[in-house]
């Protein structure tokens, strides 16, 4: 992913209002990030632990999300599946996150959700540049190329149902 400014992702927002999207906590260590490590930018709001956000590149143009968490304590003798990166985790790594829709369908109250990495670091857990902090990833068949290409394509499959209006 290319480094993004804060203007921009505070414009790619599709399911939350202008004001929402203006008054949302950006990552302040943007030009620190490993952008050619990143396949979405993925944060959690640490004023507001219930709240994520993510932001995505969908064609031309970006794509951000917010997210919510339910305040649901989790297990931590149970192991969990990111839906996105398929990577395992212990406890509380990984959080059912919902969205609303997109436009009308998003006020009349439509949400989607998935099982996602609870830090948003799929695309670090996949390239082993983070590890699940009880769990080791499990050996894959698949090439670093081809789980990269996976995870974009289960993002992108999450992104489009946020999309749909109907």
Same mark, same amino acid.
């Not at 919510?68 to 996105?84: E, H």
């Not at 540049?129 to 999450?158: C, G, H, I, Y």
């Given at each position: 992913?290319?480094?993004?400014?804060e203007n921009?992702?505070?414009?790619?927002f599709?399911?939350? !209002?202008?004001?929402?999207?203006?008054?949302l906590?950006i990552?302040r260590?943007? !030009?620190?990030l490993p952008w050619?490590?990143?396949d979405?930018?993925?944060?959690r709001?640490?004023g507001?632990p219930d709240?994520?956000y993510?932001? %995505?590149?969908r064609?031309?143009?970006?794509?951000g999300?917010?997210l919510?968490?339910?305040n649901?304590?989790r297990s931590? *003798?149970? *192991?969990?599946v990111?839906s996105?990166c398929? *990577?395992?985790h212990?406890?509380?790594?990984?959080?059912?996150l919902?969205a609303?829709?997109?436009? %009308?369908?998003?006020?009349e109250?439509n949400?989607?959700?998935?099982?996602?990495?609870?830090?948003?670091?799929?695309?670090?857990?996949?390239?082993?540049?983070?590890?699940? %902090?009880?769990?080791?990833?499990?050996?894959?068949?698949? *090439?670093?190329?081809?789980?990269?290409?996976?995870?974009?394509?289960n993002?992108?499959?999450?992104?489009?149902q946020?999309?749909?209006?109907?």
């Amino acid at each position: 992913m290319r480094p993004l400014a804060e203007n921009e992702i505070r414009e790619s927002f599709v399911n939350c !209002s202008k004001g929402e999207a203006r008054r949302l906590s950006i990552p302040r260590n943007l !030009s620190e990030l490993p952008w050619d490590d990143l396949d979405f930018l993925g944060w959690r709001d640490p004023g507001a632990p219930d709240r994520g956000y993510l932001v %995505a590149a969908r064609g031309e143009g970006l794509v951000g999300i917010t997210l919510r968490a339910p305040n649901v304590r989790r297990s931590l *003798t149970k *192991t969990n599946v990111c839906s996105l990166c398929i *990577t395992i985790h212990g406890g509380s790594g990984v959080a059912l996150l919902s969205a609303r829709r997109a436009g %009308a369908a998003g006020r009349e109250g439509n949400t989607v959700g998935t099982y996602i990495c609870a830090d948003l670091g799929c695309s670090l857990y996949v390239r082993g540049k983070r590890r699940s %902090a009880s769990v080791s990833r499990p050996e894959e068949s698949l *090439t670093l190329e081809e789980q990269v290409s996976r995870t974009v394509a289960n993002l992108d499959a999450f992104v489009e149902q946020v999309l749909r209006t109907a």
